[in-house]
C-alpha cells in the first residue's frame, strides 16, 4: 500500500519531480532526524543491526560514540568463523555443517527464499562459504585482522569452483547482490580476481533489454546487484570509486532513472545515489532525484522510512534507513577503523582473531 501511494505521488507529479527544490539544510536535518533516532535506540537493536548501523555511521564520522559497535560487528564475526572452524575438518563435515546452515535458512521474501532454496540444490555449499565464511573473513580482512585458521579456510575457498557460483543464471537471479559482494571480497583477499568473469556472467542474465520482461522482485534484483559492483570496490564507503570502472553501471543508471524510482525500493534507490557519491558525482542530476525520492519517503512524524507494507520497526527498516543517512549528508569516503590507524579500538581482540 505504501508503495502504491508513493507511485501514484509520482503520477501526479509527472518524470518525478518536485514543486519546490530542496535546500541541503533540509536533506541534512533530515538525516540527523533519522540518526537521532537510532542512536537513541541503538543498544536495542540486535547485534546484527547495530553493528551494521554502527560502522558506517563511525566509517561516515569517526566518532568514538561508534566504537562499542565496531568491537560488536568483531565478535560477531569473530563468532561465526570461531564455529565455521570447529565444523569443518574434514570434506565430509563441511558437507553436514553445509546443509545444517541450509535448513535453518530464513528470508521475509517468499518469491526470493524459493529462488535461493532452490539455488542450495545447484551448489549446496554456497551458504556456508561464500555467504558466511568469505564475508567474514573480508570483514576482518577491512580491519587489519585475520583469523587464527586463515590458512585453513583460504585452502577450503579454493577448493571451490567459484566460476560455477559467478556463472549460474539461477544463482545470479537468487543472489546477484551477494555474488557482486563475493567476487570483490575474492580479490580484497587475494584468493582470486574473476570481477570481469562476473561482469560478463551478470549482464548475460540481466540484457537491458529484458528489463521490461522483469517482474519487479527480479528487476530489484538487477539493480542491488548492479550497486553491489561498486560498493565493494570501495571497500564498503572507505575509498572512491572511478566511474570509468564501472561505465556501463553509471550509463545505466542515468539513462533509466525515472523507471527505476518507479519499480524499485527506497534501498535500492538509495544505493544508486549513493554509487554516485562514491564517484564523487555529488552534482549528477541522477543524486539530485534520488534525494528528493528518498527525502519524501521520509515520514515526517515517525522521522524513518516505513517498510513497502508501512511498518515502522526500527531493527527491520535498518538497512534503508542508515542507507537514506549517508545519501542525505554524505561525508565521503574513509578508510576506518584499522588497527593501523585506530589501534586503541583493537587492543581487547574477541576469540581467535589476531593482527595480520
Not at 164 to 175: K, Q, T, V
Not at 318 to 333: F, K, P, S, Y
Request: aromatic fraction near 14%; glycine fraction near 2%; hydrophobic fraction near 40%.
Amino acid at each position: 500500500m505504501y508503495k502504491l501511494v508513493l507511485c501514484l505521488f509520482f503520477i501526479i507529479y509527472s518524470d518525478v519531480t518536485f514543486s519546490e527544490e530542496l535546500t541541503q539544510k533540509e536533506l541534512t536535518d533530515a538525516a540527523f532526524s533519522i540518526r537521532e533516532k537510532y542512536n537513541a535506540q541503538l543498544y536495542k537493536l540486535p547485534a546484527s543491526k547495530m553493528s551494521h548501523y554502527g560502522l558506517r555511521m563511525f566509517r561516515q564520522s569517526g566518532n568514538d560514540a561508534f566504537n562499542t559497535t565496531v568491537w560488536v560487528d568483531m565478535a560477531l564475526k569473530a563468532s561465526s568463523l570461531n564455529k565455521i572452524n570447529e565444523n569443518i575438518s574434514s570434506e565430509k563435515k563441511i558437507e553436514s555443517y553445509a546443509n545444517e546452515v541450509n535448513s535453518k535458512f530464513k528470508d521475509t521474501d517468499p518469491i526470493r527464499r524459493q529462488l535461493r532454496v532452490n539455488s542450495f540444490k545447484i551448489m549446496p555449499e554456497y551458504l556456508l562459504i561464500a555467504s558466511r565464511l568469505l564475508p567474514a573473513m573480508a570483514r576482518i580482512d577491512e580491519y587489519g585482522l585475520k583469523h587464527v585458521s586463515d590458512k585453513k579456510f583460504r585452502q577450503i575457498i579454493l577448493s571451490q569452483d567459484f566460476k560455477l557460483y559467478f556463472s549460474d543464471p539461477n544463482m545470479i537471479r537468487a543472489w546477484a547482490a551477494q555474488l557482486a559482494n563475493q567476487v570483490y571480497w575474492l580479490k580484497q583477499l587475494k584468493i582470486e580476481n574473476l570481477t570481469d568473469y562476473f561482469a560478463s556472467s551478470f549482464r548475460e542474465v540481466y540484457p537491458d533489454k529484458i528489463d521490461n520482461q522483469l517482474t519487479d522482485q527480479q528487476y530489484n534484483n538487477k539493480l542491488y546487484g548492479m550497486t553491489h559492483f561498486i560498493f565493494p570496490a570501495s571497500n564498503y564507503y572507505q575509498k572512491p570509486v572511478n566511474e570509468d570502472d564501472f561505465k556501463w553501471i553509471y550509463d545505466y543508471f542515468r539513462k533509466n532513472i525515472d523507471t527505476i524510482l518507479e519499480r524499485s525500493k527506497a534501498d535500492v534507490i538509495a544505493e544508486v545515489g549513493i554509487s554516485f557519491l562514491l564517484a564523487n558525482k555529488e552534482n549528477d542530476p541522477v543524486v539530485k532525484k534520488v534525494k528528493e525520492y528518498i527525502y519524501h519517503s521520509i515520514d515526517k512524524s515517525r522521522k524513518i522510512i516505513p517498510s513497502e507494507t508501512g511498518s515502522f520497526d526500527l531493527a527491520y527498516g535498518e538497512h534503508r534507513n542508515v542507507l537514506a543517512i549517508m545519501l542525505l549528508d554524505w561525508q565521503g569516503t574513509y578508510s576506518r577503523p584499522t588497527y593501523k590507524n585506530n589501534a586503541s579500538m583493537f587492543t581487547n581482540l574477541p576469540y581467535g582473531l589476531e593482527v595480520k
